[in-house]
Nanobody, 120 residues
Framework: QVQLVESGGGLVQAGGSLRLSCAASERTLASWGLGWFRQAPGKEREFVAAVDWSGSSAWYADSVKGRFTISRDNARITVYLQMNSLKPEDTAVYYC?????????????WGQGTQVTVSS
């Protein structure tokens, strides 16, 4: 059974940085697209960023472009989300996602989520 385990969430002040990590349990996911979604209280889950299987192409939501960077390490089957210049509106539960294509509209597998809280 595929498992995605996130880590790295926490509390940070506005303008600060956090790095999220997500490790996959199955080596087959090294050839899948990986990404991140988030869900704020009272809102629907939304796309944040995705990277293709090779790590050479990435996609971002307009709200995080220029501040967040997604990357992956296929040897470790791990995807990262470097979040800089954080804003209070970035506060949400962040979910790792895996899809045979690209996890942009949705995904086949999800992590359990990690809380990110940005204080003003």
């Amino acid at each position: 059974q595929v498992q995605l385990v996130e880590s790295g969430g926490g509390l940070v002040q506005a303008g600060g940085s956090l790095r999220l990590s997500c490790a996959a349990s199955e080596r087959t996911l090294a050839s899948w697209g990986l990404g991140w979604f988030r869900q704020a209280p009272g809102k629907e889950r939304e796309f944040v960023a995705a990277v293709d299987w090779s790590g050479s192409s990435a996609w971002y939501a307009d709200s995080v472009k220029g501040r967040f960077t997604i990357s992956r390490d296929n040897a470790r089957i791990t995807v990262y989300l470097q979040m800089n210049s954080l804003k209070p509106e970035d506060t949400a539960v962040y979910y790792c996602a895996a899809d045979p294509g690209l996890p942009i509209a949705g995904a086949d597998y999800w992590g359990q989520g990690t809380q990110v809280t940005v204080s003003s």
